[in-house]
């Protein structure tokens, strides 16, 4: 053990059962201390002044415990512990005051402070040791508490949210269903309307061929319904909804593609087609509307193998990067007029590709970008830099759950403040 006084540490060469910041302007009061601590396995700083013990705090090392003169020149114990206490990073550490004093006024207003205790001078080894003991296991007790706290209120939100993606797929499935039925009866029928219509064109056409001059009663029939341009647009209104059947069709598969979180296990997954049934369900958010143009979307898609998954949970990642990135590109957008986003549009740009075992999805957008004070609270649970009613803060902690834990994958990003974000998911083949 080696002991100086005023800038000392005391080291033990014994595994400290907890480092403890003795301050004491006496030193004959730290050495005692200080010899007694060392020997019960305790790590020792000492300081002489409470201005010293300020100055041991301003880096990150921190003690558990600190054990303060109530009676000191210049700073005394009292102002040193609501400095203490008002610091964040040193208000939780437990702070026992040692006094001769012995008037309870002094005592309640040390404890008002937000001192734990106080030990009576002179010392006696054994109580000092006790309350030491005490007041560690207290704190770690409640440092154990909440970080449980924290895991519990992490998991039970993550369970939460995995329950309404439940929901939410199987509530797909059953509108992909009930539509499928109509739907399916409806495009079936199209074909024969069509041929019945052609039919019934043909026929008039006939007509007009043998019986150029018809009764004056149809000459006006055909002119006030103008049979010209009546059988022209039914051509076409045929052709639209031949066009609508089959993109209520795609959505209908999409949905299905989508809801596949409720199959057991993984297996082997088109990543491509996970994405385009996710850009299909998005597809009206990146439509052109009043306030802004079109955003763009760039594939650039590789040639992916079938990937070992659970589609339904990657889908979810790719629904939550899509939406963060239009909502990225659309907050940038917001103050802007219509003219000036037309000269700088939005942009989601999706590049795909196989490298080795590995298949690797970017998805980035020329938004804002973030700043290096958000990048490492970035996949936290419930923190957003969205407006309030936007976002919940969950998507990012969820995708980042998803990819790292359920597929032993990465996920990653790339940015600069005012250059727009890049999501990088990285997955194992197999």
């Not at 964040?88 to 012995?102: H, K």
């Amino acid at each position: 053990m080696t002991v100086t006084i005023s800038e000392q540490k005391y080291v033990c060469d014994r595994h400290p059962r907890g480092i403890v910041l003795v301050v004491d302007d006496n030193p004959n009061n730290l050495q005692v201390l200080s010899s007694f601590l060392d020997e019960s396995s305790f790590e020792v700083w000492a300081v002489r002044s409470g201005e010293k013990a300020l100055q041991k705090l301003s880096n990150n090392n921190l003690p558990d415990l600190i054990l303060l003169d109530v009676m000191m020149p210049g700073m005394d114990g009292f102002e040193t512990c609501q400095h203490l206490k008002n610091d964040p990073r040193s208000e939780d550490i437990p702070v026992i005051f040692m006094t001769a004093l012995s008037e309870t006024a002094d005592k309640v207003k040390g404890l008002r402070l937000g001192a734990v205790d106080y030990i009576t001078k002179p010392f006696q080894h054994e109580e000092v040791l006790v309350r030491i003991e005490h007041h560690l296991k207290l704190r770690n007790l409640t440092k154990t508490l909440m970080t449980k706290n924290a895991e519990l209120q992490k998991t039970q939100t993550q369970l939460i949210q995995a329950e309404k993606v439940a929901t939410l797929g199987q509530l797909a499935a059953g509108i992909a269903h009930e539509v499928n039925n109509p739907i399916n009866f409806i495009a079936g029928n199209l074909s024969f309307v069509e041929q019945y219509i052609q039919e019934i064109v043909t026929l008039l056409q006939l007509y007009q061929k043998y019986l150029p001059e018809p009764p004056n009663e149809i000459q006006c029939a055909i002119k006030s319904t103008n049979l010209s341009y009546l059988l022209n647009d039914l051509s076409k209104i045929l052709q639209s909804m031949q066009v609508g059947t089959e993109r209520v069709t795609e959505i209908v598969s999409s949905l299905n593609k989508f809801s596949r979180h409720r199959e057991a296990g993984k297996k082997l997954a088109n990543l491509h087609e996970g994405l385009e049934s996710t850009l299909l369900i998005l597809g009206h958010r990146l439509k052109a509307n009043n306030h802004r143009p079109a955003i763009q979307l760039i594939k650039d898609y590789g040639d992916l193998p079938l990937v070992d998954c659970y589609p339904g949970e990657i889908n979810q990642v790719f629904m939550n990067l899509i939406c963060n990135a239009i909502d990225a590109i659309e907050e940038n957008q917001k103050n802007k007029t219509f003219p000036e986003i037309a000269q700088n549009p939005g942009v989601i740009h999706i590049i795909t590709d196989a490298i080795d075992d590995k298949v690797f999805l970017k998805v980035a957008d020329n938004g804002s970008g973030i700043s290096e004070a958000d990048q490492n609270k970035i996949f936290d649970a419930f923190y957003t830099t969205k407006p309030i009613g936007k976002g919940t803060g969950l998507g990012l902690s969820i995708s980042y759950q998803i990819v790292v834990n359920n597929h032993h994958g990465k996920l990653y990003y790339n940015s600069k403040l005012g250059e727009g974000l890049e999501f990088v998911i990285e997955l194992p083949i197999r």
